[in-house]
């Protein structure tokens, strides 16, 4: 049975970091694209970046330059380090892997998302 479970995130104030991490279990990173998503109160899910079988990475704008996605392939593991987080990264973040994890989070094509975490809160305030 394939599964992504997360951990991390939590209460973090302005300025400050996070990292999620995403376990998958019933296959390996490399036969799939792994996607981060995040759904802030009263608004609707959005992807923020993802991450190719090829390595090749994307960062929405809001997230760029303070995020980075990465994987331990020994671990089967998918990490998102959160740096300079501010009030509006406040969401809950959902990790998901699929054979079209890229047109899932740049294009909102959510049928290429085959399995997703069960998502963890993030919170940040002073």
């Known amino acids: 049975q394939e599964q992504l479970v997360q951990s991390g995130g939590g209460l973090a104030q302005p300025g400050g970091s996070l990292t999620l991490s995403c376990v998958a279990s019933?296959?390996?990173?490399?036969?799939?694209?792994f996607g981060w998503f995040r759904q802030a109160p009263g608004k609707e899910r959005e992807g923020i970046s993802c991450i190719h079988t090829n390595d090749a990475t994307y960062y929405d704008d809001s997230v760029k330059g303070r995020f980075t996605v990465s994987k331990d392939i020994a671990k089967n593991t998918v990490y998102l380090q959160m740096t300079n987080l501010k009030p509006e990264d406040t969401a809950v973040y959902y990790c998901?892997?699929?054979?079209?994890?890229?047109?899932?989070?740049?294009?909102?094509?959510?049928?290429?998302?085959?399995?997703w975490g069960q998502g963890t809160p993030v919170n940040v305030s002073s």
């Open positions: 019933g296959f390996t990173l490399n036969t799939k694209g």
């Open positions: 998901a892997a699929g054979f079209d994890a890229w047109g899932a989070v740049i294009g909102g094509l959510l049928g290429g998302i085959e399995v």
